[in-house]
């Protein structure tokens, strides 16, 4: 059994700032990816920011609407991906998930695993 838990969403105004957190517990033998993607009322969901394994190290990448506004890190050792977010303007407003490709045992397919959404509201 996997579970994601994020935390972090809110309300806050055109401009500022927040940061997302992601939590991986349960079975699991490694990561190989963490993400985050989101869904605006009416739209279906996109991808914003991932960061995945590569040997030595993680390779990120962004959607072209954040990119230079958001930031993806990650912390292997907790299981915990983050999304720190700056600049933020009303079209960032969404539900945010956060997604984990996990391998649960040596040698088996990793499985993408959600979790269950946060509310972000960009608004003044």
């Known amino acids: 059994q996997v579970q994601l838990v994020e935390s972090g969403g809110g309300l806050v105004q055109p401009g500022g700032s927040l940061r997302l957190s992601c939590a991986a517990s349960?079975?699991?033998?490694?990561?190989?990816?963490m993400g985050w993607y989101r869904q605006a009322p009416g739209k279906g969901r996109e991808l914003v920011a991932a960061?995945?394994?590569?040997?030595?190290?993680?390779?990120?990448n962004y959607a072209d609407s954040v990119k230079g506004r958001f930031t993806i890190a990650r912390d292997n050792a907790m299981k915990t991906v983050y999304l720190q977010m700056s600049s933020l303007k009303p079209e960032d407003t969404a539900v945010y998930y956060c997604?984990?490709?996990?391998?649960?045992?040596?040698?088996?397919?990793?499985?993408?695993?959600w979790g269950q959404g946060t509310q972000v509201t960009v608004s003044s």
């Open positions: 960061i995945r394994t590569i040997t030595g190290g993680y390779v990120p």
């Open positions: 349960g079975s699991i033998f490694s990561i190989a990816a």
């Open positions: 997604s984990a490709d996990i391998q649960q045992r040596a040698f088996s397919s990793p499985i993408t695993h």
